[in-house]
């Protein structure tokens, strides 16, 4: 089990403005659990990690809590799923050490961001309350669209990370 501040976000991830994400992140996460929230990553042929999965204790502060009020009264609730969802996407590379988040894609190349200036993509996707199979069934919707996408087709490696919130589970996989 690991541990992790969701304050230390922008640390992790300096390249981002990670502050949205962190709100968002704490708004879906408390609804679920008190801080620390327990989520269960299961691992598919990461590079960096060995692990076929692994649970972290997601913390935050109270001044987290506030700023994350304040996301639930900005934002629609697929909106803030999606952001909460690039929060703990950000959390899970950094933790099993896959890189860093450096920088949004363009539209329509079928991923969201790059890692590592440029070195592979990512395709995130968040569900606010899924029952057993949700996760199962959108990740191998994700796969399909990374691979069809056209940064991958270009040769690039990728990411799909996908988070059930209400499950507490998500999956990161590693495509080449």
Not at 50 to 65: G, K, P, V
Not at 146 to 162: D, I, T
Request: with cysteine.
């Amino acid at each position: 089990m690991v541990k992790y501040d969701i304050e230390n976000l922008g640390v992790d991830h300096p390249a981002l403005l990670t502050g949205n994400f962190q709100a968002c992140a704490v708004a879906r996460c408390r609804e679920v659990s008190a801080s620390p929230y327990s989520l269960d990553i299961d691992c598919h042929n990461l590079s960096a990690s060995q692990t076929s999965s692994e649970i972290c204790d997601l913390a935050w502060q109270n001044t987290s809590e506030a700023i994350a009020d304040k996301a639930e009264n900005t934002y629609q609730p697929r909106r803030l799923t999606e952001d909460a969802a690039i929060g703990l996407c950000a959390v899970a590379f950094a933790i099993l050490h896959e890189g860093e988040i450096t920088e949004v894609t363009t539209q329509e190349t079928g991923v969201d961001y790059w890692v590592d200036d440029r070195r592979a993509v990512v395709e995130i996707s968040g569900i606010e309350k899924g029952n057993v199979g949700s996760l199962g069934k959108r990740h191998s919707e994700k796969e399909k669209q990374l691979r069809s996408g056209s940064s991958y087709q270009a040769g690039f490696p990728g990411y799909v990370f996908v988070v059930d919130f209400g499950q507490k589970k998500s999956t990161l996989s590693h495509h080449r």
